[in-house]
């Protein structure tokens, strides 16, 4: 496999608002080194009961301010009324956003398990039928290879995703998984059940592996045994743990494009180093203007 670029071969990044000052140094500096890659979008999460929403329309609106990238902010359908939601949404689009991420969003912390709001979108399908009345946005959603925890079943969470698609998103970006033949059973599951959109993988590259088993436990994803036999003894070893991190999302990634797969979502943390390198190495490059 040629590790230079295919045209076809697009990238899109998700940042997280920061909450002090350092914090955003870091993410500016990252969005800094990683736009000269022109992803196709950069994402902005949203907290829980909508506790970053400030701070994720201040990181948008700077985004579009002073860069030339395409902003997907996430909304959820935690924490607000439907008409407060749809507020924000002609907001964005007054501020000239063109894309967003619809999620259902999770409960806050003590809240036990989901229970919609009566006057509220009560799930992500509704939530994007409710956006795209709103206007034409560019929807992007969720998508679980090995099942959201909280679906009666795979069927069900294919139906779910098939819900959300139909409703009119445009494209699911997968929860971040490590083996790529999960990536293709899903992906067939998909077909078979009549789902045609584009299915992005997301990548996690590894900052620090108790960090990634915690997010792990969370959406229920698969942290392999090869995988933390990779990470063992690294503890007091940031620089060798960066090396091992690199080498095994450039793997990944070199294993899905083997199979066609054209789009990639990286989860960066904020980071910059790790997504760069794994771009670089397949061959997403700053582009040289022509003058």
Same mark, same amino acid.
């Given at each position: 496999m040629s590790d230079r670029q295919d045209k076809r071969t697009h990238v899109s990044f998700e940042f997280f608002p920061p909450n002090t000052q350092a914090m955003e140094q870091t993410l500016w500096n990252s969005i800094k080194h990683l736009s000269v890659l022109r992803p196709r979008f950069v994402s902005v999460t949203y907290g829980a009961d909508g506790t970053t929403r400030e701070r994720t329309h201040a990181a948008v609106a700077r985004i579009l301010t002073e860069t030339d990238l395409t902003a997907a902010p996430h909304l959820t359908c935690i924490g607000a009324p439907r008409s407060e939601i749809d507020d924000i949404a002609r907001e964005y689009w007054d501020m000239g956003v063109r894309h967003l991420v619809a999620l259902r969003g999770d409960p806050p912390k003590g809240a036990g398990h989901y229970q919609p709001r009566p006057d509220g979108y009560a799930y992500a399908s509704d939530l994007v039928a409710g956006l795209k009345r709103i206007a034409d946005f560019d929807i992007s959603v969720a998508a679980y290879p090995e099942v959201h925890p909280e679906a009666k079943s795979a069927a069900a969470d294919l139906d779910n995703l098939k819900r959300k698609l139909d409703?009119? !998103? %445009?494209?699911?970006?997968?929860?971040? *998984?490590?083996?790529?033949?999960?990536?293709?059973? *899903?992906?067939?599951?998909?077909? @078979?059940?009549?789902?045609?959109? /584009?299915?992005?993988?997301?990548?996690?590259?590894?900052?620090?592996?108790?960090?990634?088993?915690?997010?792990? $436990?969370?959406?229920?994803?698969?942290?392999?045994?090869?995988?933390?036999?990779?990470?063992?003894?690294?503890?007091?070893?940031? !620089?060798?743990?960066?090396?091992?991190?690199? %080498?095994?999302?450039?793997?990944?990634?070199?294993?899905?494009? @083997? $199979?066609?797969?054209?789009? *990639? /979502?990286?989860?960066?943390?904020?980071r910059h180093e790790l997504a760069f390198a794994i771009c670089h190495a397949i061959g997403v490059r700053p582009q040289k203007v022509v003058v």
């Open positions: 409703a009119g !998103a %445009s494209r699911a970006i997968t929860q971040f *998984f490590f083996d790529v033949g999960l990536y293709f059973r *899903f992906r067939e599951e998909c077909a @078979k059940a009549g789902i045609d959109s /584009h299915i992005v993988p997301g990548i996690l590259p590894i900052t620090r592996f108790p960090q990634l088993q915690h997010f792990a $436990e969370l959406c229920g994803a698969t942290v392999p045994v090869w995988l933390q036999d990779r990470f063992e003894g690294l503890e007091d070893d940031p !620089a060798t743990r960066q090396l091992i991190a690199a %080498s095994v999302a450039i793997e990944q990634v070199a294993l899905l494009r @083997k $199979e066609g797969v054209d789009e *990639f /979502h990286f989860y960066t943390l904020n």
